[in-house]
Nanobody, 126 residues
Framework: EVQLVESGGGLVQAGGSLRLSCAAS????????IGWFRQAPGKEREGVSC????????YYADSVKGRFTISSDNAKNTVYLQMNSLKPEDTAVYYC???????????????????WGKGTLVTVSS
């Protein structure tokens, strides 16, 4: 059974930090790119960051560049999202998702993802 389990969300003040974790199981981790997406109330889901598990190629949305860092621990089949300098506009449910990377390319868009986690809520207070 494929599972993507997010953890690490919570309430933080603006300027603070959180680290999200995504634990993956049930599929060959090295064959996938893992991404973080977020959806704020009343807004569409957006891609935040992705990383290819096998070669560590990363992508960041412009809105988080310089503040968020994605990393992968292949021994643990876990991807992390370190979020620094958080802003109220970062408030959202954050989802972990997996995209087939067997072609050597990934798109880091929601319609390309094969598996999804259930999400973890991040709230940034002003």
């Amino acid at each position: 059974e494929v599972q993507l389990v997010e953890s690490g969300g919570g309430l933080v003040q603006a300027g603070g930090s959180l680290r999200l974790s995504c634990a993956a199981s049930g599929f060959t981790f090295d064959n996938y790119a893992i991404g973080w997406f977020r959806q704020a109330p009343g807004k569409e889901r957006e891609g935040v960051s992705c990383i290819s598990s096998s070669d560590g190629i990363t992508y960041y949305a412009d809105s988080v560049k310089g503040r968020f860092t994605i990393s992968s621990d292949n021994a643990k089949n876990t991807v992390y999202l370190q979020m620094n300098s958080l802003k109220p506009e970062d408030t959202a449910v954050y989802y972990c998702a997996a995209e087939d990377y067997s072609s050597g390319y990934y798109y880091c868009v929601d319609y390309a993802m094969d598996y999804w986690g259930k999400g973890t809520l991040v709230t940034v207070s002003s």
